[in-house]
C-alpha cells in the first residue's frame, strides 16, 4: 500500500503524525505510544500503519469508515475468541476465508465492504457452528 497523500474524500494534505496527537493520553491504554498515523490536515481522515512502521494499513477513513472498522474489529475479536482460536489462527483463517494475502488482511485498513464480508463470514461460521 503506497503512502497516502491527498485525502480520498476532501483533496487535503495528508500528514505523518504521532498516534499521541490523535489519541491524547490514550494511546498508552492503546499500545500506540510508538505507532504513527497517516492524517488527513483537513477533514481528519485518518488510518493507522503496520506495527512500528510507517507503512499505512490501507486507505484514509472518514468517520463511517472509522466506526465500521471498529464495529468490525468487535465482531471478529469476539468470533475468535469464543472459538478459543488464537489471534494469528484466526488470522489465517481470515485470509483464506476472504482469498487475500495475509498481510494485506488488516481490518484496520479493510474498505466498507470488506468489512461487511469479515462479519458476514463470522455470523455464518456461527450459524453453521450452532446447526
Ligand atoms: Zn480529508
Same mark, same amino acid.
Given at each position: 500500500?503506497?503512502k ?12 505523518l ?5 490523535v ?24 488510518v493507522g #500503519? ?5 507503512k ?15 464495529e468490525?474489529?468487535?465482531v471478529?475479536?469476539s ?12 488470522y489465517?483463517w ?7 494475502p ?12 470488506? #468489512?461487511?464480508?469479515?462479519i ?6 456461527d ?5
Amino acid at each position: 500500500m503506497k503512502k497516502p497523500e491527498i485525502c480520498r474524500y476532501c483533496g487535503g494534505v495528508i500528514r505523518l503524525v504521532p498516534a499521541s496527537s490523535v489519541y491524547g493520553a490514550s494511546v498508552y491504554r492503546l499500545g500506540l505510544e510508538k505507532e504513527s498515523i497517516y492524517q488527513c490536515q483537513n477533514c481528519n481522515a485518518r488510518v493507522g #500503519c503496520h506495527k512500528g512502521t510507517t507503512k499505512p494499513l490501507g486507505n484514509v477513513a472518514n468517520e463511517a469508515l472509522r466506526l465500521k472498522r471498529i464495529e468490525t474489529h468487535r465482531v471478529f475479536d469476539s468470533f475468535w475468541k469464543a472459538r478459543h482460536m488464537t489471534r494469528s489462527n484466526a488470522y489465517k483463517w481470515l485470509s483464506q476465508q476472504m482469498r487475500i494475502p495475509a498481510k494485506d488482511t488488516h481490518i484496520g485498513g479493510f474498505e466498507m465492504d470488506q #468489512c461487511q464480508e469479515v462479519i458476514d463470514l463470522c455470523t455464518s461460521a456461527d450459524r453453521e457452528g450452532a446447526a
